[in-house]
Every structure is written in C-alpha cells, then in structure tokens.
C-alpha cells in the first residue's frame, strides 16, 4: 500500500509564495507519474500540475502555468510543488497523486489517480 504524505502549506500574503513536498513511502514511486491537484470549498477537486517518471517532462494548468513549478527526487521518493506570485484564488486545499498506470503525465484527470495523501491547506490573503 503506497502512502502519500504531503506537507508545505500555510498562510501567505498576495504575491508570496510556499513550496509543498509530497513523500511517498515506497520505491515504486519512480514507475509513475505523479501530480499535484486542488480542491476549493464547494468545487471539485482540478488538475494543477503532472510529472513524468523521470521528471524530465512536465504539464500545468493555464491558471498556474508560469507561476508553478513541479519537480520530483526519485532518490527522496518525493515530489515537490513551487508556488510563486499566489493568489487568492489559489486557495485550497492541495493534494499529490499518484497515477494507476501512466508513466507520461499527460494523463491528467484525477479519478485516474488511485493513491492520495491528506492534502496540505494552502490560505491566500489579499
């Protein structure tokens, strides 16, 4: 059973920024592509940004693109999200996923996913 732990939010100011690190707790972390997603109060949970098993190619929303960055250390077993020029309407509660099978992260639909961590609460204030 893989375990995802994520960790990294909090409050920041308009314009600030936080890094959140997801770790996992097995080594077949490397076989996947992983991704961060986020779910605000009373919407459903969106594709934020998706990572090869490599971490040689990435993907992001338009709404986070230039703003967000997306890595991962397949030594560490974790994946990392870098935040930049926030926003309040980047309030929420944030989660990394692993995919069932996809290698690419092309694939960027969250049922696809099959193992979640708790998320990490991320609180813009403008």
């Known amino acids: 059973q893989v375990q995802l732990v994520e960790s990294g939010g909090g409050l920041v100011q308009a314009g600030g920024s936080l890094r959140l690190a997801c770790a996992a707790s097995e080594g077949t972390f490397t076989n996947y592509a992983m991704g961060w997603f986020r779910q605000a109060p009373g919407k459903e949970r969106e594709f934020v940004a998706t990572i090869n098993w490599s971490g040689g190619v990435t993907y992001y929303s338009d709404s986070v693109h230039g703003r967000f960055f997306i890595s991962r250390d397949n030594v560490k077993n974790t994946v990392y999200l870098q935040m930049n020029s926030l926003k309040p309407e980047d309030t929420a509660v944030y989660y990394c996923?692993?995919?069932?099978?996809?290698?690419?992260?092309?694939?960027?639909?969250?049922?696809?996913?099959?193992?979640w961590g708790q998320g990490t609460q991320v609180t813009v204030s403008s």
């Open positions: 996923g692993r995919h069932k099978y996809d290698t690419t992260g092309y694939r960027q639909r969250p049922d696809e996913y099959n193992y």
